[in-house]
């Protein structure tokens, strides 16, 4: 196949891009977990979210496409997640595996996560190691692979340092502390995404950070709120990217999610002289 490339005109415009995948996982997953009904905006349908999607359902979850881009999700409380009946598939997504794994630890029934050959060949001994700690009694394929059998609840809280930042593992530690006695601390090398985190704290959960360590005490339920998913900066990156490069343009990308955590790419750019202004954008969650 050959491809050629030729110069362009300046772009110009305003773009959308889809709703930022990290944040979708974890929006439906606290959904679930919470008292009541939720909805969710700005959902795209994208296989990695369909699967955390289906497996909450598969747990229990009611959640019903009202309109394009909307849920609504009817929440079963932090410790209502009902037994599935079969096999929770996680396809292609380690986001699905590594959070449910969490979610499911603090849950007093059996559960099996798997998904398709590339996710079995990925290693999830780094979730598997701290939950086990916690109480969980999790069976993995040779050296900590998928399928993973989970047999939850009775957790404890733990003091765990990560042996490399994960928002990931961070997240799924967090997520099974929410059905653990006592605290949970998590230690940090380095910073990494807090979505998690933040989240919980919008929700009303008392999530503590100082010098590297999240602290987070269970035992707190959450009324359902509406999430509003903000656009995937990864998205969003090519349009700037390709903005930056060719002289004369000016490209709008509305409503974009960035903390100080999830926004190298804007700074990367203006290293490289190029001119990203961010303008405030009001939405919910």
Not at 120 to 148: C, F, K, N
Not at 205 to 218: C, F, H, S, T, W
Not at 225 to 252: H, K, T, W
Request: hydrophobic share 45%; with cysteine.
């Amino acid at each position: 196949m050959e491809v050629r490339v030729r110069p362009g005109r300046s772009l110009r415009g305003e773009a959308r891009v889809p709703g930022d995948k990290s944040i979708a996982h974890r929006a439906l997953i606290l959904a679930a977990l919470a008292e009541g009904d939720s909805e969710v905006h700005g959902f795209d349908p994208l296989d990695d979210c369909l699967r955390t999607l289906e497996a909450l359902r598969a747990c229990g979850v009611s959640i019903e496409m009202t309109s394009p881009g909307m849920l609504r999700i009817a929440g079963r409380g932090r410790d209502g997640l009902q037994e599935p009946a079969g096999t929770l598939y996680c396809g292609l997504s380690g986001t699905t595996m590594r959070l449910l794994a969490g979610v499911l630890a603090g849950l007093p029934f059996t559960a099996t996560l798997d998904g398709d050959p590339p996710l079995r060949r990925r290693p999830m001994d780094r979730v598997v190691e701290p939950l086990r700690r916690m109480g969980a009694r999790v069976e993995a394929a040779d050296a900590g692979h998928a399928p993973l059998i989970i047999c939850g609840g009775g957790l404890h809280g733990i003091d765990y340092a990560l042996p490399v930042a994960s928002a990931q593992v961070k997240s799924a530690i967090l997520l099974a502390g929410i059905n653990a006695q006592g605290e949970t601390v998590i230690r940090e090398p380095a910073p990494s995404r807090d979505h998690t985190e933040r989240m919980l704290r919008w929700l009303g959960v008392p999530v503590e950070g100082d010098n590297g360590a999240i602290r987070l005490v269970g035992g707190t339920r959450w009324r359902g709120r509406a999430f509003a998913l903000p656009g995937d900066i990864s998205a969003a990156a090519f349009l700037l990217v390709a903005a930056s490069i060719v002289q004369g343009s000016e490209v709008r990308v509305g409503a974009v999610g960035l903390n100080p955590t999830h926004s190298a790419v804007i700074e990367v750019l203006r290293g490289m002289g190029a001119d990203v202004t961010i303008l405030p954008t009001r939405r919910g969650a």
